[in-house]
C-alpha cells in the first residue's frame, strides 16, 4: 500500500523534483533514498474548480486510478504528486489511467537515466 503526503512541508519537498505533464493532470515526484515507501499526494486547486464537490469528485476519480495502477507506483522509493487539471473530471476513466500509466512510463526513464 502506498502512504500518503499529508503534511505542506512534504508536498513543497516533491515540488523541488522533476514533473511530468499530461493533458489531465501533472506528476510531480522526488526519487527517496533506498529502502523508503512510496508516498503520495493529490492536489486539486480552487482554479480548477471554486466547487468543493467539484474539486473532491476529481480527486476521488484520481485516487481509484492510482489505487489500479498500485504496482507501478511501488517499483521505486519515490515520492509523488498530482496535480489535476480540469479535463480529469470529464475524462472516461480509463484514458485517465492510460496517461497515468504514460507518465508513470516516462518517470521510470529518467529515473533509469542519470541526468
Known amino acids: 500500500m502506498i502512504?500518503?503526503?499529508?503534511?505542506r512541508r512534504q508536498f513543497l519537498d516533491v515540488q523541488k523534483g522533476r514533473r511530468i505533464s499530461t493533458g489531465l493532470f501533472v506528476v510531480q515526484h522526488l526519487q527517496q533514498s533506498v529502502g523508503a515507501h512510496p508516498r503520495i499526494g493529490f492536489?486539486?486547486?480552487?482554479?480548477?474548480?471554486p466547487s468543493s464537490v467539484v474539486r473532491n469528485r476529481i480527486r476521488r476519480r484520481l485516487k481509484e486510478a492510482v489505487r489500479h495502477e498500485e504496482q507501478?507506483?511501488?517499483a521505486t522509493p519515490t515520492d509523488y504528486v498530482l496535480v489535476a487539471r480540469l479535463g480529469a473530471l470529464t475524462a472516461p476513466f480509463p484514458a485517465l489511467r492510460a496517461e497515468l500509466i504514460k507518465a508513470l512510463g516516462k518517470i521510470a526513464q529518467t529515473v533509469s537515466t542519470p541526468s
Not at 502512504?3 to 503534511?7: E, F, I, P, Y
Request: charged share 35%; hydrophobic share 35%; with cysteine.
Open 72 to 74: 507501478r507506483f511501488c
Open 3 to 7: 502512504a500518503r503526503l499529508k503534511q
Open 43 to 49: 492536489t486539486v486547486s480552487k482554479k480548477v474548480s
